[in-house]
């Protein structure tokens, strides 16, 4: 069955170091999906990394390349989407002026995350001109591409909220261009880190897609259980334990018996963890095959790249020429 991809996706992923599985069963499993039912248009959103990392900007580049070797390796398809850079496609930058001039000052102070991360963040001045206007950047990215489902994680639900607000605005201004998008909030399923918080590159707890299968083998080694138990025999409480959450998402098959085999101290927690460390290297052994097969030729995910800027630019430059027109800014088009 030929399916009719008449929805647009659009999603993007600051290139900030090598994903997570937090950041693969958050959202990347889910992008995998949507490619084969809608249009999608997935991009590395570059100058979004620069509004709090404006300083050092020495990984960028290399963040880049490692974003989409991860996306391409955990099954992203660019037969399927559209894979590109959102510095290569200046109409991002065109369309984020000309909002700009639209947004009240105020719908952007009184952004939760504005603020949350104004309070968070101390390390770094972030008190700036690009960092207040992140949200509206942001909107551009959705709105150039008339995007009707945005997947995103809670957190970015105020800034949609605000693109939607900024593209009444401008259809009430000028007509209608943009259509509302909506967010596209899936199930995630939820991992913690090795240490049992959240899965968190601050906090030095993850496992990485790259992580090689020795890697992932030690790190299952080092999580923590349940404190409780000392001996091998001692009744354990699998609600507490990290090796617990992780086979209910790499062995549901097996996760009863697990719990029996915990519960009754019938299993020790070094076997435990060998059970978990040898389905985990088995569920990602594809992606891991995968990445050495892209890492072996030298130029693929810069083709790939290409490609998905040049089928991003024409969308977005018939939106912008819409935009100039509505706006009767486009004196050039009308000599
Ligand atoms: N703000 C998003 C995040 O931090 C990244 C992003 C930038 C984005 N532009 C986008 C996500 C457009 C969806 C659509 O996760």
Known sequence: MKILKNDTIVSGMRPTGALHLGNYFGALYNW??????????????????????????????????????????????????????????????????????????????????????????????????????????????????????????????PHLELTREIARRFNYLYGEVFPEPAPKLTEAKVLPGTDGRKMSKSYGNTISLSDSPETVKNKVSTMITDPARIRKNDPGHPEVCTVYAFHKVFNPNDISEIEEQCCGGKIGCVQCKKKLANSMVESLAPIYEKRQEILSKPDYVNDIVQKGNKEARSIAEKTIEEVRSVMKIDWNASK
């Open 32 to 157: 995998i999906k949507l490619q084969n039912d809608y249009k999608c248009l997935f991009f590395v959103a570059d100058w979004h990394a620069l509004t709090t990392g404006y300083e050092d900007t020495s990984d960028i580049n290399n963040n880049i390349t490692s974003l989409v070797t991860d996306w391409l390796s955990a099954g992203l398809d660019p037969d399927k989407c559209s894979i590109f850079l959102q510095s290569s496609v200046k109409e991002h930058a065109e369309l984020h002026l000309l909002l700009s001039m639209i947004t009240p000052l105020s719908w952007l102070f009184r952004c939760p995350t504005y603020k949350d991360q104004l309070a968070q963040i101390k390390d770094k001045n972030i008190t700036n001109y690009g960092f207040l206007g992140y949200p509206c950047l942001m909107s551009s990215d959705i709105l150039l591409y008339k995007a009707k489902f945005v997947p995103v994680g809670e957190d970015q639900l």
